[in-house]
């Protein structure tokens, strides 16, 4: 399996709504892109301060690379990036991914 994790900085005037919004987008992937297992979202709440200004995220659990790297392509996920990378602090600068076997 391929653990999918993505850090963001959104910009400040973005509120708690337009941010769950996203996430309700991400989530609904689910039911069109073959192979996610998963998807998880929301604030971080790690109490180390090692965050570095990245604040909230979300993980998509994909069944193998295959299966991420169809999600990638997929016209959907394609506009969801878009609104993620115009909500994000710096547009791409303010975005971190980081994909791992697990």
Request: proline share 3%; hydrophobic share 45%; glycine share 8%.
């Amino acid at each position: 399996m391929i653990l999918h994790c993505v850090f963001i900085r959104f910009q400040q005037e973005v509120t708690v709504a337009e941010k769950q919004a996203i996430y309700t987008d991400i989530a609904a992937l689910k039911d069109v892109v073959d192979g996610i297992v998963d998807v998880k979202a929301g604030p971080n709440v790690s109490p180390e301060g090692l965050d570095s200004g990245y604040v909230d995220g979300f993980t998509v659990t994909f069944e193998n690379a295959a299966a991420r790297d169809a999600y990638l392509d997929h016209p959907d996920h394609k506009a969801v990036s878009e609104k993620i990378v115009a909500a994000a602090a710096g547009g791409m600068s303010g975005i971190f991914v980081f994909d791992m076997k697990v």
